[in-house]
């Protein structure tokens, strides 16, 4: 995007695996993924899941591993 991006805000999105990304503020996110509560510009929104997403392996994936190295 450019930097005319900037004039439009955001919102912070997550799926049930985890995962965040950033939809336009003024539009429902996509089925499957809700807003997570943070919005602003597309900057803000991104330096908010770097700060926040630190894992991204998806859950489904982590309690996968996690079922085997418990040994089941």
């Known amino acids: 995007m450019d930097e005319s991006s ?3 805000r ?3 999105v997550h799926n049930d695996e ?6 336009p503020d003024d539009q429902e996110p996509p089925p499957g993924w809700r807003r997570e509560g943070t ?4 900057q803000q929104c991104l330096d908010h899941i770097a700060g926040i997403w630190t894992d991204i392996t998806p859950r489904s ?7 085997d190295a418990a040994g089941r």
Request: charged share 30%.
């Open 10 to 12: 955001f919102a912070v």
């Open 39 to 42: 919005a602003g510009s597309r």
């Open 61 to 67: 994936l982590r309690a996968a591993l996690d079922r």
């Open 18 to 23: 985890d995962q965040y990304s950033i939809w």
């Open 6 to 8: 900037e004039r439009y």
